[in-house]
């Protein structure tokens, strides 16, 4: 550890404060940060997309600021990542912000449309746009810092999950210039100009993994890669054209040491590479038996898979699939329960706190 950078000595983890939370447990299949075995005090468990949208409170808070200009001030920042935390007791807090941000603090013109999403003014298409992009640098993301800072002291014993988008996501985005289903900008460009795609996705890989720096060394106890969009890739493009610019966003974090989880969704076909881009942790979505998963990938801890579609079903019916991801859950060397993808907007927030409650009532392995 002597690479370890300063900041890191007063860092949770290395403080104790987070060494032994349930989350950090279980990530690390067993052990505390100090690799001691143990036991979780109870069954952790959070949710992807759980800050924001369905929560009255972060409507109301957001009312009049865009999603870009929310993101950008630390104080708006840290009350949203504790909103869900404080409602329902979730065993981390996922930081709030978006993908796309660290574009913005680049310097790249591109906004969160209501009800869109992410959309750039100039798509990034020919080796002349990725040539333009501006030169990425940490200094540029002091802003994140300081919000993933007073996160992390309004939690204290609660981990902080940083993030990032994966540099296959984040370049779909750039090149599609907005939303889209199939991809076919970025999976064209990787075969059509692959000069071109792998000059771009050293770009976003960098860009991701500064961003999840900068939220380490503020504190964050985990990190989370989200390759949403890797799944309309095939295996063969996964393996020669992505997944060294995945592990090169996992290694702008790896000297600092924190549990890295990496998710995507509709990625049956390419977990264990998913795991080999550099990943402690695979985060499964809700399309794959968990049990089977972890069979595939044994001493993997996994995190996953409430199906998002049954938040909505009755309360028996998500009672009885909650306890089959607990009980599948259990086959791995540590299990955290999350969806098997984000929370859906019109989720009701009381479904959620019961989940919790539910998952935290079940005695640990
Ligand atoms: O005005 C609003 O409230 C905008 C809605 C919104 C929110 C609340 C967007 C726009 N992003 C976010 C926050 C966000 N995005 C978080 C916050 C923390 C939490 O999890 O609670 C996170 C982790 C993200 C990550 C993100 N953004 C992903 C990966 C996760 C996933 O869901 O697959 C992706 C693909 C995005 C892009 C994005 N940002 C926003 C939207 C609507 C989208 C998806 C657009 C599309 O369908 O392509």
């Not at 924001?52 to 009312?63: C, D, F, N, Q």
């Not at 209501?114 to 798509?123: A, E, Q």
Request: a negative charge.
């Amino acid at each position: 550890m002597t690479t370890t950078p300063e900041a890191m000595t007063s860092h949770p983890l290395h403080t104790g404060v987070t060494a032994d939370a349930p989350l950090i447990t279980e990530y690390l299949g067993g052990k505390t940060f100090t690799g001691e075995a143990v036991r979780p005090a109870r069954r952790p468990v959070w949710f992807m997309r759980q800050a924001g949208r369905s929560l009255p409170e972060y409507r109301a808070l957001r009312e009049g600021t865009t999603m870009l200009e929310a993101c950008l001030k630390p104080d708006m920042v840290a009350e949203i990542t504790l909103q869900p935390v404080r409602r329902h007791d979730v065993d981390a807090a996922i930081f709030f912000s978006d993908i796309v941000v660290p574009l913005r603090l680049a310097g790249v013109d591109v906004e969160i449309e209501p009800g869109v999403g992410p959309v750039l003014k100039n798509p990034v298409r020919s080796a002349a746009d990725v040539a333009a992009l501006p030169d990425l640098d940490l200094k540029d993301f002091e802003v994140i810092s300081e919000a993933a800072a007073q996160c992390v002291s309004l939690l204290g014993p609660r981990p902080l999950i940083g993030f990032a988008g994966a540099p296959f996501t984040l370049a779909a985005y750039m090149v599609e210039g907005r939303p889209s289903r199939d991809h076919l900008g970025p999976r064209t460009m990787m075969h059509a100009d692959p000069q071109t795609w792998h000059a771009l996705a050293e770009w976003t890989a960098r860009a991701s993994g500064l961003f999840m720096r900068a939220q380490v060394l503020a504190g964050a106890s985990a990190v989370q890669l989200f390759d949403s969009w890797a799944g309309s890739l095939g295996r063969a493009d996964y393996a020669e054209r992505v997944m060294q610019h995945s592990a090169a966003a996992f290694a702008e974090v790896a000297d600092l040491g924190v549990p890295a989880v990496h998710f995507g969704t509709g990625t049956g076909e390419i977990l264990d590479l998913m795991q080999r881009a550099g990943a402690d942790v695979i985060g499964v979505d809700y399309r794959l038996d968990l049990a089977e998963v972890a069979t595939r990938l044994p001493g993997t801890p996994l995190q996953g898979n409430i199906d998002p579609a049954l938040l909505t079903a009755p309360w028996e019916v998500l009672e009885a699939h909650v306890h089959t991801v607990i009980e599948a859950g259990s086959r791995a060397p540590g299990h955290v329960v999350n969806l098997g993808h984000g929370v859906p907007p019109e989720t009701d927030p009381d479904v959620l706190t019961r989940v919790v409650e539910l998952v935290h009532s079940q005695p640990v392995n």
